[in-house]
């Protein structure tokens, strides 16, 4: 068999020497990776979640708080009995929140550490923030029912005082007649008039003092007496008379 010629093209046309395709030369090729790239990006992405999760936990804080202290009558003695011991130990607990999320950022140097903890106290702000939610529509209730009772004792104190003034106008023109009614009787019968019993009740400390005339006594014939008083039903005026 005779030998190739110098010069002569190889059979396959690459002229003797088999080319390398260019998929061969990039499989040749090691591969590299940008770890410097992945390692921004994760930390970019962590970075973003432990604010995320700070926000969160903002949000419910503030919830929390808005539930506790927005509201005109929220002071210590406005309180019904229940609600001061309730506002005050959720009250406790919301600071401690704020503790909480202060202290692990301040001390965190590791952001992993740091997201899970934020983590760790956004279901504690949930619930905290449903704790108060509750309160606050308890607390409420209990405002509606006590501002209920004060305006009915309210109400109430203004009937007995309307009712009292009717009672005093009642009493004054009362009295009134029985002392003009006894002072009728007096001047025509030359006759003296005295406070005297029965004293009639129509309330409390509210009295109708019943009137005695004496007329003098002339020569043999004995002394007259009038009782100038209020009927047994206390609403007209009576006159007894004796001799």
């Not at 970075?47 to 929390?64: C, K, M, N, S």
């Not at 210590?76 to 401690?96: C, F, I, M, N, T």
């Amino acid at each position: 068999m005779a030998a190739a010629q110098p010069g002569s093209r190889h059979p396959s046309g690459t002229g003797g020497v088999a080319e390398h395709s260019a998929a061969t030369d990039l499989d040749a090729c090691p591969a590299q990776r940008n770890d410097s790239a992945v390692r921004a990006d994760a930390h970019t992405h962590l970075a973003l979640e432990i604010a995320r999760l700070g926000v969160l936990i903002g949000r419910e804080a503030a919830a929390v708080d808005t539930a506790l202290n927005d509201h005109p009558s929220t002071s210590d003695h406005d309180y019904p009995r229940w609600g001061w011991v309730e506002h005050k130990e959720l009250s406790r607990q919301l600071d401690a929140l704020h503790k909480h999320v202060a202290r692990a950022t301040a001390r965190s140097h590791d952001q992993a550490d740091l997201r899970a903890e934020f983590a760790t106290l956004l279901p504690f702000a949930k619930i905290l923030r449903a704790d108060a939610a509750t309160w606050r529509t308890a607390f409420e209730a209990g405002l509606k029912e006590v501002e209920r009772r004060e305006t009915a004792l309210r109400q109430a104190r203004e009937r007995s005082a309307a009712e009292r003034e009717t009672l005093l106008r009642r009493r004054d023109a009362l009295q009134l007649t029985v002392d003009e009614t006894a002072g009728r009787i007096a001047q025509a019968s030359g006759g003296d008039c005295r406070k005297t019993l029965p004293v009639i009740r129509l309330g409390e400390a509210l009295t109708v003092c019943s009137v005695a005339v004496l007329s003098p006594r002339k020569w043999f014939r004995s002394q007259r007496h009038w009782l100038v008083t209020l009927n047994d039903s206390r609403d007209r005026v009576r006159v007894r008379r004796s001799y």
